[in-house]
């Protein structure tokens, strides 16, 4: 496990728009977040409006010229759309072909078909878990609910049994596996390896969602009762369709950008080897973009036309899944907007110095910041590019293992309790029918186990690679 070095967080130094000294940038900083917070929490303001305010509220308390402030604000905005942008919208082309061609319930029905008795919460991890990978966590509920309910209701099963194991497998993916936004961001952050990273996030994703997922929900199930509300019962996209893709062509198309991104890790392990054939064919194919890429072009042929999407309407559904990441691609943007400002300002440099001689491990203050901000912000994303931004200088001159298993401790952290300032909260508790009490109990206490069993995993894998 990596601790603090000076030698390892010299390599990160920057040269900042002030000279403010350590006191006036840890006020800064303190200040700068606590507007942010505020802005969402009591003022409800937008998060992308947030952020940018507190941008500039930061740079204005650092010291720093108003006019620098702003340009690092828009160069790290643009440098993260640039980044990450094109990624998150072929992700959301992706989900949306998967949600309208009926392939998201052809996978459900048909592990559905083949799950009874015990092995259904089982059977709902696994459903969440693969639906889970192209689509964006508010959709994937949106698909899911209808299937928790139906389910709930017709085998007669705890509503808690059945949906806690679905939210595990969703809230896993969006925190700690790309191409969701929050681990993207982190990984452009800290300039980790895509692929790696996503090995190693499977190997903390699969024992994390077991234990807050089918073996919480015994306990979820006993302390929360309540039957399925049948009126949020909606209709699935799927019942209007004549025709469904097939189960193995849509799980292909699903796994398909997963595949090429492993295979290129694989091979940049075991060969090494920059000039050789294979390497460079599978540095291209597994790149995120083309692997992205190459699934949302599948998709068209082995979900679209197999659902009888016309041109036409294949045009239409791509135009329609874009619309509703605007607001996620600001966010994500105003983020790296305060990433970029907090380390202009002298940010990093203040860390380093005032770490030097701190015995926490990297990877533990990384999940307790990305926490800190989760907990005040109600939101995964800000707090994953929030703290991406502040312990970037600390990735500086780490091993690839390690800068990876970084990512994952603040994908961990950004997960932990969510309650009352986070609108997954609000939108667990409206379709499950619950009391914000019961919520707390059951979605809260799930949340706050991905996020600690996470970081433990993380840890355990620092330990043994």
């Known amino acids: 496990m990596t601790s603090l070095s000076v030698e390892t967080l010299a390599a990160a130094a920057t040269e900042p728009i002030t000279s403010a000294g350590n006191t006036q940038l840890g006020i800064a900083v303190l ?39 702003v340009t690092s604000f828009t160069a790290g905005l643009g440098a993260t759309v640039a980044g990450v942008g094109v990624l998150i919208a072929l992700g959301a082309i992706l989900g949306k072909l998967l949600a309208d061609s009926g392939g998201a319930d052809e996978i459900v029905d048909t592990i559905l078909a083949r799950a009874k008795g015990r092995a259904m919460p089982w059977a709902m991890v696994l459903i969440a878990s693969v639906i889970g990978l192209p689509l964006f966590f508010e959709v994937g509920i949106v698909l899911l609910i209808p299937v928790v309910l139906l389910v709930a209701k017709r085998g007669n099963y705890s509503l808690m049994r059945i949906g806690i194991p679905a939210l595990a497998g969703l809230s896993v993916m969006h925190g700690l596996i790309p191409p969701h936004p929050g681990p993207l961001v982190a990984i452009d952050a800290l300039d980790a390896n895509l692929g790696l990273t996503l090995a190693l996030g499977v190997l903390v994703a699969v024992p994390t969602v077991v234990i807050a997922g089918p073996v919480f929900s015994r306990y979820a199930a006993r302390w929360v009762d309540i039957p399925a509300p049948e009126h949020m019962i909606p209709q699935r996209p799927s019942e ?9 062509a849509t799980v292909f198309t699903v796994l ?19 000039a050789n054939s294979v390497q460079r064919v599978t540095d291209v194919a597994g790149s995120p973009l083309i692997a992205l890429l190459a699934a949302v072009l599948t998709g068209m042929f082995t979900l679209g036309r197999a659902a009888g999407f016309t041109k036409a309407r294949l ?15 600001l966010i994500v943007g105003a983020g790296g907007g305060f990433k970029a400002t907090l380390i202009d300002v002298g940010v990093g440099q203040m860390i380093m110095d005032l770490s ?9 203050l990384a999940w307790l910041i990305a926490v800190a901000i989760r907990l005040a912000t109600g939101s995964a994303t800000v707090a994953t590019i929030s703290a991406a931004g502040l312990v970037a200088p600390l990735a500086a001159g780490m091993p690839a293992t390690e800068t990876a298993l970084l990512v ?22 409206e379709y499950f029918g619950m009391t914000v009490g019961q919520t707390l109990k059951t979605w809260s206490v799930m949340e706050t186990i991905i996020s600690v069993v996470g970081l433990g995993f993380v840890l355990l894998l620092s330990l043994v690679l």
Do not use: Q
Request: hydrophobic share 60%; no cysteine; net charge neutral.
């Open 31 to 69: 200040a700068g977040i606590a507007v942010i917070v505020l802005l969402i929490t009591r003022l409800k303001l937008h998060a992308f409006l947030a952020l940018t305010l507190g941008s500039l509220a930061l740079g204005v308390f650092a010291g720093a010229p108003l006019a620098k402030t």
């Open 240 to 248: 209007e369709l004549e025709h469904r893709p097939s189960f193995g």
């Open 256 to 274: 398909l950008p997963v595949a090429l991104m492993l295979m290129k890790a694989l091979v940049d392990i075991v060969v090494d080897d920059p």
């Open 315 to 329: 045009s239409v559904t791509v135009e329609r899944s874009l619309a509703p990441i605007a607001g996620i691609l």
């Open 356 to 364: 030097a001689n701190w015995a926490i491990p990297t990877l533990l």
């Open 408 to 429: 994952l401790a603040i994908g961990a952290g950004s997960l932990f309790f969510s309650h009352v300032n986070d609108a997954g909260f609000w939108l667990v508790k």
